[in-house]
């Protein structure tokens, strides 16, 4: 059990008020100083804080009641910012949706949050007015962020009606805005956790939540103050990039970097060279893009500014963490947090970094390793963790069993089977759903895999259970090859060989399938279903 102190926050207590409205009231404070950086603009911690309030205060005059949800489908943006803290200054929940969905997808979550408003991106207004307005029984007004070319206009040409502009919702509303007097348990915003098993569940984070993984992992694990400056590949909508890319910058008064189009390698690289973050946060896919991206005109890309680079999202091999040191001179934390957590709740810490593995227990947050049965497994051993951390969900929106079957009291299942070592490190071995026994042994799809991403002919490798024609279920790799090389029968009876030189024969991949990527999710996470939908024996 960690002996840490433990975080005092006063029952009366607005998470925007927290983040926002501090940095301008304290003596000293950093009214004049960045706080988001997008492009080619800068906004001030005042500008932040008088948006926040325009935005909360034109909210109200739509009607909009505390805990009523508000449906944020934003690209990163100051907007976002600007609209999440707004909606929870006023009590209201703001609730950030993937970008990259369809129109059946936005239909879902519009009805399943009822949010009345909804404020979205002129870029992705199109897939809200594809779906038929008798579909969205609880919309009323869309609030668009304009571009440069403003198009609110529905796909059949005709306007939308309960269409606004945000930019005219900021001019016509005043600056000035108390905070909605809320309590520490009030809930704040909502996240919706991936759908793999059925429908997305929208994880309930309360107003406290974000100040605790602030203070346990930027402040403990990272050392965070204001003079950093952070860029995250993750987008605000994913958990893990609001955290990055937003609330731990505003903990402390540093300065967010934001990136509203897709990470590719040369964006993210100019980003780097050019506004010099200090704290880089990605996943393992955007890793190994990197590493595959060549030096340009002779000259390697200059990573010196980043005093630590972070992973989370998927398991990161060990094999990247020391090609990505060895070119560029950075080592990589990686980490392991949840959508349900918030954010991480298992990190190596830096100088005391285990290649492979997910480092150690947060101070502050406890786990347990249990079986089936839930009982503690001895050390070593492969089981279920569990986590007990004060950022964890409430609970999920309209899911009662689910809830019950996740959340046990203090604790919550995480879904995530692990091991922990001598030294008190855990190692990822996979989703639970994910594991399955060969040859009367569990065999998790993650250690096949790291053996693979070592051979110099494999840049990214997942592997799922087929059966083959014994009924059986047996390992298939997919793999995605390193500088183009060509996926042959050859190559494919190395990689098993390869396999077969470090781990049991009934681990050799029973079969190689070579593909030109693997899919994933927006946050860079394997589709593993896909991959298993996709081979025929």
Known sequence: MSSVAPIFLPDEFNAASYFVDRHILIKDGRADKVAIECGEVQVTYRQLFERVNQVGNGLRRLG????????????????????????????????????????????????????????????????????????????????????????????????????????????ENSCVLQPESTGKDDAAFWLYSSGSTGPPKACVHLQHDMVVSSERYARGILNITDKDRCFSVAKLFFAYGLGNGLYFPLAVGATSILLPGPPRPHSVFEIIERQRPTLFFSVPSNYTKLLAHPAEAGREFDLSCLRHAISAGEALPASVFYRFKERFKVEILDAIGSTEALHMIISNVPGAVRPGSSGKIIPGFETRIVDDSNRLVV????????????????????????????????????????????????????????????????????????ALIDHPAVQEAAVVFRKGQDELPKPVACIVTRNGAAGTPELARELQEFVLSRLPVFKRPHRIEFLPELPKTATGKIQRFKLRAGFNE
């Open 64 to 171: 909009v009641r505390v805990e009523e949800r508000v449906f944020l489908l934003l690209l990163d943006s100051p907007e976002f910012a600007a609209s999440f803290f707004g909606a929870i200054k006023i009590g209201a929940v703001p609730v950030p949706v993937n970008t990259l969905l369809k129109s059946a997808d936005y239909e879902y979550l519009l009805n399943n949050s009822r949010a009345r408003v909804a404020i979205v991106s002129d870029s992705l207004m199109a897939a809200i007015q594809a779906i038929p307005r008798q579909h969205l029984p609880y919309l009323e007004t869309v609030i668009v962020v304009e571009s440069e070319v403003v198009k609110s206009e529905a796909v059949d040409g005709d306007p939308r009606p309960g269409t606004l502009s945000f930019k005219q919702l900021l001019q």
């Open 379 to 450: 050390q070593g051993e492969i089981g279920n963790l569990l986590v007990k951390a004060d950022s964890t969900c409430a609970y999920y929106w309209n899911q009662h069993e689910k809830t019950k079957d996740t959340i046990e009291g203090h604790w919550i299942r995480t879904g995530d089977k692990y091991y922990q070592d001598e030294d008190g490190y855990f190692w990822y071995a996979g989703r639970a759903d994910d594991m399955l026994k060969v040859s009367g042994v569990w065999v998790s799809p993650i250690e096949i895999e790291r």
